[in-house]
């Protein structure tokens, strides 16, 4: 059964930084791992997606990368603002052409002090 | 934007009732999906369900849970006789595909409590 991973489970950063959360699960037959955002009391909301023929993907002051063959995946936040602060889950789908099954990490808990 | 919408926010039922969670996926998606989050843990796979039929479940989708698809719009989650261990916030999602370049949409979720 597929297992995902993130580190660290809480982060604490001062506004202005640059981070990286990191994430890695332990079958590497992915069909495509995506990242989201979950704010208190609230939904998930869709970062990015990468698929697993890519090796990254950016979106303004994101950009995730995907290492397949280790199990790896990382979120690169740059110049973190106070709004940043949520916390982030990377989730991981197996191939299925009636659906994808997600696996989710418990993610990182993000704090970006003003 | 479009996005999913799911009713209630908050649920409140004794145990033993039925329970029906409701979901308004976007409106030309063709996957649908439920997930649930127990308090301090994973978000968790429940079910997919795609052209009329459950295409895959998890082990937690035991015979007290079903879905549905009553009309065109709407995607409802069945709890038949819930339990204590119920308690969570169940996400709906959809999908325009469920192919690899289509991200998966969730709704706010609605958070259940068993009494």
């Known amino acids: 059964k597929q297992e995902v991973t993130q580190i660290p ?13 990191n994430c890695s699960f332990t079958d590497s037959a992915i069909y495509n791992l995506q990242w989201f955002r979950q704010d208190p009391g609230k939904g998930l909301t869709s970062l990015l ?3 697993s023929s890519q090796r990254e993907q950016t979106s303004g002051r994101l950009n995730a990368s995907l290492d397949k ?10 110049a973190s603002q106070p709004g940043d602060s949520a916390t982030y889950l990377c989730a991981v789908s197996r191939l299925k052409n009636t659906g994808n099954q997600f ?8 704090t970006v002090i003003p | 934007e479009p996005e999913v919408t799911q009713t209630p926010s908050h649920q409140v039922t004794q145990m033993g009732q039925e329970v029906i969670l409701r979901c308004v996926p976007i409106s030309n998606h063709l996957y649908f999906y439920w997930y649930r989050q127990i308090l ?18 998890s082990e937690i989708f035991d015979d007290q849970f079903s879905v549905e698809r009553p009309d065109g719009s709407n995607f409802t989650l ?14 709906c999602a959809s999908s325009a595909r469920g192919g690899s370049n289509q991200p998966q949409h969730f709704g ?8």
């Open chain 1, 9 to 21: 489970a809480a982060l604490s950063v001062p506004e202005g930084e640059n981070l990286v959360l």
């Open chain 1, 49 to 51: 997606l990468i698929q």
């Open chain 1, 69 to 78: 063959s280790s199990g790896r995946s990382t979120l690169y936040i740059a």
């Open chain 1, 103 to 110: 696996y989710f990490g418990t993610g990182t808990s993000l």
């Open chain 2, 40 to 57: 301090g843990q994973k978000v968790e796979f429940l079910v997919s369900f795609y052209n009329n039929e459950i295409s895959e479940k």
């Open chain 2, 78 to 91: 069945k709890i038949r006789s819930t339990k204590l261990e119920d308690s969570a916030m169940y996400f």
């Open chain 2, 108 to 115: 706010d979720g609605t958070r259940l409590s068993i009494l």
